[in-house]
């Protein structure tokens, strides 16, 4: 169908490709130059397709403005202006991110002020086809409506730090809660990602004391199937019930999930380290697993902290001999690739230059593993006896004492 | 002034006479034709003339084309009816042989001598043609509010045809071009289509009427009748009219056709039945012009033609801007005369064929070895745009002569006739070239390396002679220029503005959205122009045949021209030959042109890179598709080698299908 284009369609295309080529190579001058010959096309533009020419302008030309050094805020709005009355169809989109870039810009008031307006435009069937659209402006409107909330509390904080009292900043602030919490509460509630409106509508919530709420708005969040997996809703619960010193069953239960959805979460080692506690020997089991998961991931191949959780469990393993068969489960599924991806001699010689005490921790763990003959374990341990530690002089002693539990694990 | 219905002395009785290159050959007169049918009635024929002049001298001037009756064209081509108002002997030659100027003034047919003396009008005969006499009189409708005059579609071509002549004149084109050549190519054509000069005009049925496709049979709907209807009557029945009745009337036309076009005749232009009149478009007006070129045998090829129709020498896209103010375009007339794409090379030809053997052209003026679109000729433009040595000329010359391709039988255009393969002149030239390339250099991706290796290192050892001609070096030379230029003309499609500064809407109804869009659009060009930092469209570049220049004087070795082909020739029995043997051909059999229209098909891959840098440096030349010099280089390989070619074929080891 190339072939029998219009010819002033090919050349808008070259254009746009041009266009694009400058904009990946950051030229926003010529950039411009070729968008200037771009928008005739919006004379005849009858097109409904969602990316028509209006559509291209409208994004490219923000995207131009937004890097020409020399482009004011003045000529910006008025190319938005522009926008606006050029496609109905996406009035809405157009006014957000209008009001996205004046936050850019810390225009926070004109950003509200845009925000409102754009809340109370009435189309006819259009501001029903853009209900999603109006759904979001209230929704971030609500969040500038927070954003004072928790100025004017500030505020008043400062105030009452000093012993007076301001009736009407008060009010203010109630007005700006009941606001917010109207339009949060409603965008919340649609299935998606809300992040920082949830964080925002929690945060007023327990201001107010309102703690039942705050926990069944997280919980939602958290376990309302109809939002997509999102490994920061259980996170928020979680956070939420420690500040409230939930029981550590509930605890445990949340990060379980967490850590289904996202082993490598930092919050493994707090929660390895609560099941460490427990006394039941499932919640042991659970820990390990934890923890090696956990160290599957290259973000965690040097984190201290996490190599010394792993060593003091698999040591207490050793030295108990209860369980080396948890140990054995562990291991099989790694025994390959681990050896390679943790202890190679070249990471021994690394970790010891680089950091002592992880390497303390993972020769540990090596010896165990692997036996005392396997790289890591025996440069670190001959590199800590030749400078006289007495630390891993010890380490060697217990090897050489538990030398029998490599066996039984690879075995 | 154009359109000249009476040509000043020297014409001749003739009338619409053709160039002077066809002289003596007498069946190109345009009314010639169908003279004699009307002769008879000569007493109309004088009242006719009367009528006639009345209009032309105002009308040329302002639009309008007119649409004069075949009556009053004859009345000009006829002998001498004018003998019997102005008897008075010549100053000059003493006799009695006047004619008419289309000033109106009387002219000695014998010496040619204008006297002052005017005719005085005929009265009584004047409503014979009455839509002339509305003309005349300035009565042509005008609408109440600001739609415009009634104009038709035609009127709005030759407006187009009148710019693009002024335009090549102004390009150097000789001046008959425009005054004799294309106005009697496009009265010609008019009077073919019935659209002027004849008896009953074409389509001017109750279609107009009626504004719909469904009827074709102008006697169904009877009941209905038109201006144009009744004026067909009156013209050819001679019934009276009166002025009062034919201005009703048009406005009646105009009110029923007004919605779907800005002209009196834009619903007509698309009707099926007018199919095989040949339908006006924009790219016929180029086929006008090549047409009147080739008669000229002016030294612009098609291809430079479309060229200067890009660079925007001439006027075609929104040429309707220069429409003037009263000629109002919307609807259907946007569809006709507002144009989205270029030209394209063979639309254009192949309207042109079409438009000559429609027009019932004789036979053009011969193209001689001394014409620029003589091979020989457009082979050493070519060569020397390429930038290779002058020497090839001899080669090219060479298969010119072997093929006959260079004859004048072979080289002049004879429309309508079927049987010869119509030249396309500057596609030729350029295949021409293309073989001689292929003969001396093999271009096998192998053998033209070869060479050059051969050549660098003699130009090494030996600085003294001229240097032998390196393949290599040419090819980085001109690859580069060619990227350069190629990315320059990318870009310049990609800044090209199409749209103008006078808005156009479909209907009245659309307008004050139009105008809203048109100045956001301003408003917005402006906004990011100054961004931009030049806002500008590109200017346009001088006009010249030339697009590649090399010249001698740069001392960066870059030109060619002077180098030498000795190392790759070698004498024999007193003739310089290749020392190449082998050829490979670009196709063993050529496709029956007859079904897929193509002689040979380009297929990008299978060919060697050489062989397609080179097509592709031509088609940049000439800017059409490599495709269509690699039908023409198989076409000349054909006769080329066509006794080889079925006597002993092995004889060409690289054949390639």
């Known amino acids: ?411 | 002034m154009w359109w000249v219905l009476l040509p000043p002395p020297g014409a001749g009785v003739r009338g619409a006479n053709l160039p002077t290159a066809a002289s003596g050959s007498e069946a190109v007169a345009v009314s010639c034709s169908s003279s004699s049918r009307l002769r008879t009635d000569g007493e109309t024929c004088a009242a006719l003339h009367g009528a006639n002049f009345i209009l032309l001298a105002p009308f040329w001037a302002t639009l309008l084309v007119v649409i004069p009756s075949p009556a009053q064209l004859l009345a000009e081509s006829l002998n001498n009816p004018h003998k019997e108002d102005y008897h008075e002997r010549c100053v000059q030659c003493s006799e009695v042989n006047w004619g008419l100027t289309d000033g109106g003034r009387f002219y000695c047919r014998t010496c040619h001598n204008v006297t002052e003396r005017t005719r005085e009008v005929v009265n009584s005969a004047l409503t014979l043609n009455t839509r002339i006499q509305t003309i005349s009189k300035g009565l042509r409708k005008q609408e109440k509010n600001d739609e415009g005059l009634e104009w038709y579609v035609c009127e709005g071509f030759q407006f187009v045809l009148r710019k693009q002549a002024e335009a090549l004149e102004a390009l150097g084109v000789c001046p008959q071009m425009k005054d004799e050549i294309l106005c009697n190519f496009w009265r010609r054509y008019l009077q073919k289509s019935q659209q002027a000069y004849c008896n009953r005009p074409a389509g001017e049925s109750i279609k107009v009427l009626s504004g719909c496709e469904s009827s074709t049979d102008m006697d169904s709907e009877p009941e209905r009748p038109s201006l144009l209807h009744l004026l067909s009557l009156s013209e050819s029945d001679g019934d009276p009219l009166t002025d009062c009745s034919l201005g009703s009337s048009t406005g009646k036309v105009s009110e029923s056709t007004s919605v779907c076009s800005g002209s009196v005749d834009g619903s007509l232009h698309f009707m099926k039945n007018q199919k095989d009149k040949l339908r006006m478009s924009m790219p016929m007006t180029l086929s006008f012009c090549y047409m009147a070129l080739l008669w000229l045998r002016e030294s612009m090829t098609l291809s430079d033609l479309l060229r200067f129709v890009v660079e925007g020498h001439i006027p075609y896209l929104n040429v309707f801007q220069c429409f003037p103010e009263k000629m109002k375009l919307y609807g259907l007339d946007l569809k006709i005369f507002c144009v989205e794409s270029w030209p394209v090379y063979e639309e254009v030809y192949n309207k042109m064929l079409h438009l000559a053997a429609f027009l019932e052209l004789p036979r053009f003026p011969d193209i001689t070895d001394s014409c620029f679109l003589h091979p020989d000729m457009l082979c050493m433009k070519y060569l020397m745009e390429a930038n290779l040595p002058d020497e090839l000329h001899n080669w090219t010359c060479r298969v010119v002569k072997k093929i006959h391709i260079g004859e004048v039988d072979f080289l002049t255009f004879v429309p309508g006739n079927k049987s010869t393969r119509k030249v396309k002149y500057d596609v030729l030239a350029a295949a021409v070239i293309v073989v001689v390339l292929k003969l001396l250099f093999l271009l096998d991706d192998n053998y033209e390396w070869l060479l050059s290796d051969f050549a660098e290192e003699r130009n090494k050892n030996n600085k003294e002679d001229g240097p032998y001609f390196e393949f290599k070096k040419w090819y980085k030379v001109l690859k580069k220029s060619l990227d350069v230029e190629q990315k320059k003309m990318d870009e310049e499609k990609a800044k090209c503005l199409w749209r103008c500064e006078k808005p156009l809407f479909y209907s009245a109804k659309k307008k004050s959205k139009v105008l809203k869009r048109r100045q956001i659009v301003v408003n917005l060009q402006h906004q990011f122009g100054k961004l931009s930092g030049s806002w500008q469209p590109a200017e346009k570049p001088n006009p010249s045949s030339f697009q590649l220049n090399w010249s001698e004087d740069n001392t960066d070795g870059s030109c060619f021209h002077g180098h030498s082909l000795k190392g790759i020739l070698q004498e024999k029995c007193g003739l310089l030959t290749v020392m190449n043997p082998d050829y490979w051909l670009c196709t063993v059999k050529l496709c029956a042109e007859k079904f897929c229209g193509h002689l040979a098909h380009y297929r990008d891959l299978d060919f060697p890179a050489s062989y397609h840098f080179v097509l592709r440096l031509f088609s940049f030349l000439l800017r059409i598709q490599p495709s269509y010099i690699h039908e023409e280089v198989c076409a000349i390989e054909h006769k080329l080698f066509n006794k080889k070619l079925y006597k002993k074929p092995k004889y060409k080891p690289g054949q390639r299908k």
């Open chain 1, 1 to 411: 169908s190339h072939k029998h284009k219009l010819d002033f369609w090919k050349s808008k295309d070259m254009c746009l490709n041009y266009i694009q080529d400058a904009m990946l190579q950051k030229q926003w001058k010529r950039a411009a130059e070729f968008l200037t010959f771009y928008i005739e096309s919006l004379e005849k533009d009858f097109s409904t397709e969602y990316m028509g020419p209006s559509e291209m302008i409208w994004r490219i030309g923000t995207e131009i403005l937004c890097h020409c050094s020399h482009s004011n805020m003045k000529e910006f709005n008025s190319f938005i202006e522009q926008m606006k009355t050029l496609g109905v169809k996406r009035y809405l989109k157009v006014c957000l991110e209008h009001a996205f870039h004046l936050l850019c810009n810390g225009r926070t008031d004109e950003a509200y002020q845009s925000l409102s307006l754009a809340e109370s435009w009435r189309f006819g069937e259009q501001t029903t086809a853009q209900d999603k659209e109006l759904k979001l402006i209230q929704a971030y409107r609500g969040l500038l409506d927070y954003y004072n909330w928790s100025k004017q509390k500030q505020v008043l904080l400062e105030y009452d730090k000093n012993g007076f009292e301001d009736l009407s900043v008060e009010q203010e602030m109630h007005n700006s809660f009941r606001k917010a919490a109207v339009s949060l509460k409603e965008i919340i509630q649609i299935p998606g990602v809300w992040d920082f409106f949830v964080q925002c509508y929690v945060d007023m919530l327990e201001f107010y004391g309102d703690h039942e709420e705050a926990r069944q708005v997280l919980s939602e969040y958290a376990y309302n199937s109809k939002f997509p997996a999102n490994p920061n809703a259980h996170v928020y619960l979680y956070q939420f019930l420690k500040r409230h010193g939930e029981p550590k069953k509930s605890l445990i239960s949340v990060l379980k999930i967490l850590h289904d959805i996202v082993p490598c979460h930092e919050l493994m080692i707090d929660f390895h380290a609560m099941l460490q506690k427990s006394k039941k020997r499932k919640k042991r089991r659970l820990g390990l697993e934890v923890i090696f998961a956990a160290l599957d991931y290259a973000g965690w191949k040097e984190n201290v902290k996490a190599w010394s959780c792993l060593a003091g469990q698999v040591k207490q393993i050793t030295i108990s001999e209860k369980h080396l068969e948890w140990l054995k489960q562990e291991w099989n599924s790694r025994k390959d690739w681990w050896p390679a991806f943790h202890f190679s001699r070249y990471l021994a010689k690394r970790n010891w230059q680089e950091n002592e005490s992880l390497a303390y921790e993972k020769a540990l763990v090596a010896g165990i593993l692997l036996g005392k003959d396997c790289k890591y374990f025996k440069y670190v341990s001959h590199q800590g006896c030749k400078d006289q530690k007495k630390k891993f002089r010890t380490l060697k002693k217990f090897m050489n004492k538990h030398s029998s539990v490599y066996l039984r694990i690879s075995g």
